[in-house]
């Protein structure tokens, strides 16, 4: 097979919409969710040679994962500088050459960020299930949250696991950043020193925020996603006769309303 047929192959099976392709797309997000679930699952457990194990295993799907997604690219520069490209780097890294301590777990959850940018599969799922249109903004808000708290629960595990008493594993660390986040404090845990404090500021912002992100998805009416033929605006009140944006007149079939 040549470098064309392969790279033709490959852009086939992860932007392809036939039927193979679909499948294929759907098991590397049924993947993804699987490695997400054991990286979180792992982080509290005392380390393995099963776990170590499954940590070389995992790291090998997604090197050849990530190989195959440069080969297929046809634009390697541009997918080298982007967020989600360098977390697939951090996972791999600490699948095949575990970092020291527990936190390196948590770094690996920044792979999440992949399925947040996969714009191939998010429009798969959006034509495939009618939950997932009308609650993607909720959806969106959910995972952003998550990562956020897991992501801060390492960067406080990683600061204060030699120095802070307190922070004696991964329980504490997340304890701290969830009473943090929600602005609790009871004050059990505390992060001595300058940048112990700004580590709880940040957690503190950042999080109300996302957390306002979240209550603001659920609220807000139900919107469907429809395109207007002149100003291109995709979202809309269920019951829109109008753009909002233009003026322009809309015809939203009624599957939107289901």
Not at 145 to 155: D, E, G, H
Request: aromatic share 10%; net charge positive; with cysteine.
């Amino acid at each position: 097979m040549t470098l064309v047929s392969l790279r033709q192959s490959i852009r086939h099976l992860y932007e392809g919409e036939t039927p193979a392709g679909i499948r294929f797309r759907y098991a590397l997000l049924a993947f993804d969710i699987v490695t997400i679930l054991f990286i979180i699952a792992t982080s509290f457990l005392p380390r393995s040679a099963a776990i170590e194990a499954l940590d070389v295993l995992f790291g090998i799907v997604i090197l050849i994962d990530f190989t195959a997604r440069l080969i297929g690219s046809e634009h390697r520069v541009r997918d080298l500088t982007r967020l989600s490209t360098w977390a697939d780097v951090v996972a791999i890294v600490s699948f095949l050459a575990p970092l020291a301590g527990e936190a390196g777990g948590f770094l690996r959850i920044l792979r999440t960020l992949r399925l947040l940018r996969d714009y191939q599969m998010l429009a798969r799922l959006r034509v495939d299930f009618t939950f997932f249109r009308q609650n993607e903004e909720v959806i969106f808000a959910v995972t952003n949250l998550a990562v956020f708290i897991f992501i801060m629960t390492a960067v406080v595990y990683e600061t204060q696991k030699f120095r802070n008493p307190q922070i004696a594993n991964y329980a504490d660390a997340l304890y701290f950043t969830v009473t943090a986040l929600t602005t609790t404090g009871f004050g059990d845990i505390t992060l001595p020193g300058t940048l112990g404090r700004m580590i709880t500021v940040v957690i503190m912002i950042l999080g109300i925020t996302l957390f306002f992100n979240l209550a603001r998805a659920l609220i807000n009416p139900h919107k469907v996603r429809f395109s207007c033929p002149d100003c291109g605006l995709q979202r809309h009140d269920a019951d829109a006769v109008h753009c909002k944006a233009c003026g322009k007149l809309l015809n939203i079939p009624d599957e939107g309303l289901t």
